[in-house]
């Protein structure tokens, strides 16, 4: 029967329960009672044994809930939270759009810009008014979380028209956004998190970055050695390369977990004032972004379409955006998985290339501050 033992949760089966119930019905009415799956009877008692084997199950997902590597979903968001870490809600894409016209114009908010394919479609997130020159910015992103992405220059058509607007661009490309964290990268993170005790510096360190609000990536790297190592990093430094979060706030972290006398090595400088109002200086890094150039070779199977291409490329910028992070090598043979789930064609060759740089079938390593970028423009689609 299902039962929690020493050795864990133990439940019993549908097929098991079934067997019960029948050797308990032959036991009161003799054994050449008709118990098959066509007989009255039959049927009863395996309408009895699902219901019974609904609540077996029900049971081990209340127990397996417990556990970090068991739960999953609301289960394990709540969770985490015992070790102070929430999942991220995931983040809408976002774009700053310059809007050009006759001044004073009202330009409603949910406004619709899309590219010239109509791929992409934004909706401005504010009211804004035309200036006196006839200019205004806002911010505008689309209607569902995850990685959308235009280059810049791309979002020129209005779709919804106002009298006195005139034009729309966005001068720089979209930020990419990001889907709800998934249950295997929360649990990796809770794992990361237990190590912010850890007396190793660099473990806690990583640790503690990673929880801070608005970071999604961290990245601590050091050196104990005596000599400047293969990194570049000199004799017996640290240095940690965050994506997102507040400056002051990343620097008063590194400042009140890094060891005594190991320099800080890093393109950002913060100065804050130590525990005896000393001025003292943090360097840390932002990730580079590496702009990095595709070209997909595909053989048209049954289910193909003329939108294909556009969902390629628009998967495998979505692929890198949620699974790359800084360091992380580009590996060729990965980005077949977000194809194959598309179906509709064969895909026959994935090649890669640092931008202006020869495309080949091959790995990109990143340096460890570096940090893939991809756009849906540095993709090319060979149809064969």
């Known amino acids: 029967m299902t039962e929690l033992t020493d050795a864990g949760f133990v439940r019993t089966r549908l097929s098991e329960r079934l067997a019960q119930l029948e050797g308990a019905a032959r036991s009161i009415f003799g ?43 609301q289960s394990l968001s709540r969770l985490v939270k015992i ?30 810009v899309a590219n010239a394919s109509g791929s992409v479609v934004v909706y401005t997130v504010a009211d804004v008014r035309l200036d006196l020159a006839g200019t205004a910015t806002v911010l505008a992103q689309p209607d569902q979380m995850g990685a959308v992405s235009a280059s810049a220059n791309t979002l020129t058509l209005i779709r919804s028209p106002v009298f006195g607007w005139a034009s729309v661009s966005n001068g720089l490309p979209m930020v990419v956004g990001k889907l709800r964290e998934q249950d295997s990268k ?3 993170r809770r794992t990361a998190s237990v190590a912010k005790g850890n007396r190793n510096m660099v473990e806690s360190l ?32 640290i240095h940690a390369v965050v994506l997102g979060g507040d400056d002051a706030v990343i620097a008063s972290t590194i400042w009140a977990r890094k060891t005594g006398g190991t320099p800080l090595i890093g393109s950002t400088e913060i100065q804050l004032l130590d525990a005896n109002d000393h001025p003292q200086v943090v360097r840390f890094s ?7 150039i595709a070209r997909v070779t595909v053989s048209p199977r049954t289910g193909w379409t003329v939108a294909k291409p556009a969902q390629i490329k628009n998967a495998l910028v979505g692929w890198v955006a949620d699974t790359q992070t800084v360091g992380d090598e580009l590996a060729n043979s990965e980005l077949y998985t977000p194809l194959n789930a598309l179906g509709g064609f064969v895909t026959t060759a994935v090649e890669l290339a640092r931008f202006g740089q020869p ?23 060979v149809v064969t």
């Open 31 to 73: 054994a050449d009672i008709d118990l098959s799956p066509d007989s009255m009877d039959g049927q009863h008692l395996a309408l009895f044994a699902e219901r019974i084997a609904g609540l077996d199950e029900l049971a081990e997902m209340v127990w397996q809930s417990f556990d970090p590597d068991g739960a999953g979903d």
């Open 83 to 112: 070790n102070g870490i929430e999942r991220s809600e995931g983040a809408y894409s976002t774009v700053t759009l310059t809007l050009t016209g006759t001044a004073g114009v009202l330009i409603p908010a949910r406004s619709v």
């Open 186 to 188: 929360l649990r990796l």
């Open 206 to 237: 990583e640790a503690a970055l990673r929880d801070l609000a608005g970071v999604s990536e961290a990245r601590v790297l050091e050196n104990a050695s005596t000599v400047t190592d293969s990194n570049g990093l000199p004799p017996h430094s």
């Open 286 to 292: 932002r990730p580079t972004d590496v702009r990095v």
């Open 359 to 381: 495309l080949a079938e091959q790995n990109l390593p990143m340096l460890f501050y570096e940090r893939v970028s991809l756009d849906v423009a540095d993709i090319e689609v």
